[in-house]
């Protein structure tokens, strides 16, 4: 009987290169970047190490940074000050607000660079949810927040967004948000729509960088259950009927066999959100010397591509599109 020896395919770098079943280029990475208000502000975000809170002066140059790694888009989400938040989150329709300025100016000055927004009302609602609350019951209603999610749409567009990203988990968002794209004339302006959001508990990060935390309760009525796979192919569906262009999983790492069952599933794109909580863990165990922070970094990046996603929104992108550049 002949022996066979897979170890031949792995015997040196060159063999191992041309043998290699998924490969991660810059074309698959998504930055996501935070805005706040001010001049010159590049403000630290102490549980996301190498991350930052930017003035839309500073967003600017690091978009054009991100731009020149190859990097084709960028995920841009705002830092409210508390004094603009109100329970029906009227900041989010402000066309002369932080957010928009900061579309335009990044829009204006990167032309070439994809632009994502994201839609929910969490960074703008005094309750810190991303739908609007309901101040007797405590219930978020879905209804009454599709017609704000249009809105925001719709103004996103108009900035200069190429693709929104409804990240609220509303029943019907995406018809809604489509619906009304169509109507105010923004036929090429996709959607990604965060069909599987998860109520993870790997957002914590995130939340400290748009301090958009729930004042009380949980997400838990509007986010998904981590325990159900079945319920996130029911969502993706329903997306993909209403007129979703992209499908997202977040977070990512905990959720790989969700993305791949939607890649079986569906013949849209499907991206991951590498979270903030994703991101913190690597950097945390790195700066403690009890990983590689580098390679950890590309094995994780990389294992979203075996998964079956097509896009990786990931606090990386930039790391990772220097080693992959060199």
Request: charged fraction near 25%; include cysteine; glycine fraction near 6%.
């Given at each position: 009987?002949?022996?066979?020896?897979?170890?031949?395919?792995?015997?040196?770098?060159?063999?191992?290169?041309?043998?290699?079943?998924?490969?991660?280029?810059?074309?698959?990475?998504?930055?996501?970047?935070?805005?706040?208000?001010?001049?010159?502000?590049?403000?630290?975000?102490?549980?996301?190490?190498?991350?930052?809170?930017?003035?839309?002066?500073?967003?600017?140059?690091?978009a054009?940074?991100?731009?020149?790694?190859?990097?084709?888009?960028?995920?841009?989400?705002?830092?409210?000050?508390?004094?603009?938040?109100?329970?029906?989150?009227?900041?989010?329709?402000?066309?002369?607000?932080l957010?928009?300025?900061?579309?335009?100016?990044?829009?204006?000055?990167?032309?070439?660079?994809?632009?994502?927004?994201?839609?929910?009302?969490?960074?703008?609602?005094?309750?810190?949810?991303?739908g609007?609350?309901?101040?007797?019951?405590?219930?978020?209603?879905n209804?009454?927040?599709?017609?704000?999610?249009?809105?925001?749409?719709?103004?996103?567009?108009?900035?200069?967004?190429?693709?929104?990203?409804p990240?609220?988990?509303?029943?019907?968002?995406?018809?809604?948000?489509?619906?009304?794209?169509?109507?105010?004339?923004?036929?090429?302006?996709?959607?990604?729509?965060?069909?599987?959001?998860?109520?993870?508990?790997?957002?914590?990060?995130?939340?400290d960088?748009?301090?958009?935390?729930?004042?009380?309760?949980?997400?838990?009525?509007?986010?998904?259950?981590?325990?159900?796979?079945?319920?996130?192919?029911?969502?993706?569906?329903?997306?993909?009927?209403?007129?979703?262009?992209?499908?997202?999983?977040?977070?990512?790492?905990?959720?790989?066999?969700?993305?791949?069952?939607?890649?079986?599933?569906?013949?849209?794109?499907?991206?991951?959100?590498?979270?903030?909580?994703?991101?913190?863990?690597?950097?945390?165990?790195?700066?403690?010397?009890?990983?590689?922070?580098?390679?950890?970094?590309?094995?994780?990046?990389?294992?979203?591509?075996?998964?079956?996603?097509?896009?990786?929104?990931?606090?990386?992108?930039?790391?990772?599109?220097?080693?992959?550049?060199?």
């Open positions: 009987m002949q022996l066979n020896r897979p170890r031949r395919n792995r015997r040196s770098s060159s063999v191992r290169s041309m043998v290699a079943e998924t490969v991660l280029t810059t074309n698959d990475l998504l930055a996501p970047l935070f805005v706040v208000a001010g001049q010159n502000q590049r403000i630290p975000i102490q549980s996301m190490p190498g991350q930052f809170r930017f003035s839309i002066d500073q967003l600017i140059i690091e054009k940074e991100i731009y020149s790694l190859g990097i084709p888009a960028v995920a841009v989400f705002p830092a409210i000050e508390g004094k603009l938040k109100n329970p029906k989150a009227t900041e989010a329709v402000n066309p002369d607000g957010y928009s300025r900061a579309l335009r100016a990044v829009k204006e000055a990167v032309p070439e660079l994809t632009l994502m927004t994201d839609i929910a009302l969490d960074p703008y609602n005094s309750d810190g949810h991303d609007l609350v309901d101040a007797e019951s405590g219930e978020i209603l209804d009454q927040t599709l017609e704000i999610l249009s809105q925001m749409a719709v103004l996103q567009a108009n900035c200069g967004a190429d693709i929104v990203g990240s609220d988990m509303m029943d019907g968002r995406v018809g809604a948000i489509r619906k009304a794209l169509e109507g105010e004339g923004y036929h090429h302006t996709l959607i990604m729509s965060y069909c599987a959001k998860y109520a993870s508990s790997f957002y914590g990060p995130f939340r960088a748009l301090d958009s935390a729930p004042k009380a309760g949980d997400k838990k009525t509007y986010q998904m259950n981590p325990a159900n796979i079945r319920e996130a192919l029911r969502e993706a569906q329903l997306d993909e009927q209403e007129g979703a262009d992209i499908l997202m999983v977040k977070p990512g790492l905990p959720y790989l066999d969700v993305i791949k069952s939607l890649r079986e599933s569906s013949h849209l794109p499907i991206a991951a959100y590498n979270v903030s909580g994703e991101y913190a863990m690597i950097k945390a165990a790195a700066e403690k010397g009890w990983l590689d922070g580098e390679r950890a970094m590309m094995e994780m990046l990389l294992s979203f591509k075996r998964a079956g996603t097509d896009i990786i929104l990931t606090y990386f992108a930039k790391e990772a599109a220097k080693i992959i550049n060199s």
